[in-house]
């Protein structure tokens, strides 16, 4: 905080799954009030979680002003002997209930992607970001299905080490990673194709965005960005635990900014690509969710398009989010 600021109070505020929350309402040296949103991470992960999370803010703010709350700073303090990360912004009060009109929304989401291009032009990212709290790699590529690949991996060993070995799986992920990836991400960059690394928030599911309660604008916060394949941002909302961005005016609106990346025929089949990511994700930071058997399935569909191999299970469409329509909410708690 700048020198000379007055506390006035701190108390804990809003629901996280990962860190503590707070509000720290301030008066500023030259008398003004103030409030700045804390947050303060311990576990696996801390120091990526408050470092990524306010260099993808700084990034997203310089981009569109506004989009997300101005980033304040990041560091860690002792409390005994434990380490305690933390990150400090602009507190706003946000309605997380209403769904954020679609022309609106879209539309700003287009501009950081058209604005945000990759400042070396490769995929990756100047330092650690997470998402959950799991850490991404994120170290330069020219490659975007190797950038895809390594993060890919990152999520499937995380998996594995909390819910265990499975040799089906296992054999799943082998063949995506080997064979489905450099065929589906790999046609984007060659044959005189191109995509254009840039900036994506990196974890924008309905429970990261609200609206602005004094101004109605729309907010993003808890970004974990990368320089990636534009389309890698919306793999979240195919899964089952989205219940706004699911919705097709999402993604109609988006591509009338930004149309897909060719082979345009494949836009769906990359969307069930990166919703692996997320998938895996949450598998790894929640035991036993279903959300492993969710990504498994999809996994058997790419590979049986994209990879056939004759020792793998089949893709079972009864076990497909997409054609069953299955919600499942994702489990968020105070800590």
């Not at 040296?29 to 991470?41: I, L, P």
């Not at 590529?141 to 390594?150: D, M, R």
């Not at 990504?295 to 790419?302: E, Q, R, V």
Request: aromatic share 12%.
């Amino acid at each position: 905080m700048p020198e000379g600021t007055k506390v006035v109070s701190a108390v804990s505020y809003g629901v996280s799954a990962w860190t503590k929350t707070g509000r720290i309402s301030v008066i500023l040296k030259d008398g003004t009030r103030k409030r700045y949103f804390a947050k303060y991470a311990t576990r696996k992960g801390a120091q990526p979680l408050v470092e990524g999370e306010y260099h993808s803010g700084a990034a997203i703010d310089a981009l569109v002003s506004g989009l997300v709350p101005k980033p304040t700073g990041w560091g860690m303090f002792k409390a005994g002997v434990s380490e305690i990360h933390f990150y400090l912004g602009d507190f706003i009060d946000l309605d997380l209930a209403t769904a954020p009109e679609p022309t609106q929304f879209t539309s700003l989401i287009a501009e950081l992607h058209q604005k945000g291009a990759s400042p070396n032009g490769m995929f990756g990212f100047p330092v650690a970001t997470v998402c959950g709290i799991m850490e991404r790699t994120v170290e330069w590529e020219t490659s975007w299905a190797k950038s895809f690949a390594n993060q890919l991996k990152d999520v499937i060993k995380y998996d594995n080490e909390t819910n265990g070995n499975w040799p089906e799986y296992d054999a799943a992920c082998e063949q995506l990673l080997e064979v489905v990836i450099p065929r589906l991400l790999g046609v984007l960059q060659s044959e005189g194709r191109s995509i254009t690394p840039t900036l994506i928030h990196g974890d924008l599911w309905e429970q990261n965005v609200g609206i602005d309660m004094e101004t109605g604008d729309i907010i993003l916060f808890d970004p974990g960005s990368v320089y990636a394949h534009n389309e890698m941002e919306f793999g979240t909302w195919r899964c089952s635990w989205a219940f706004h961005f699911n919705a097709p005016i999402y993604q109609r609106l988006y591509q009338r900014h930004i149309e897909p990346s060719e082979p345009a025929e494949e836009w769906d089949d990359r969307n069930r690509l990166y919703s692996l990511h997320p998938y895996l994700n949450d598998s790894a930071g929640h035991p036993g969710s279903v959300s492993r058997q969710t990504a498994y399935n999809d996994m058997l569909y790419l590979c049986e398009k994209y990879g056939p191999l004759d020792s793998l299970e089949k893709y079972d469409p009864e076990k497909d989010v997409m054609v069953t329509k299955a919600y499942v909410a994702h489990p968020t708690s105070q800590l």
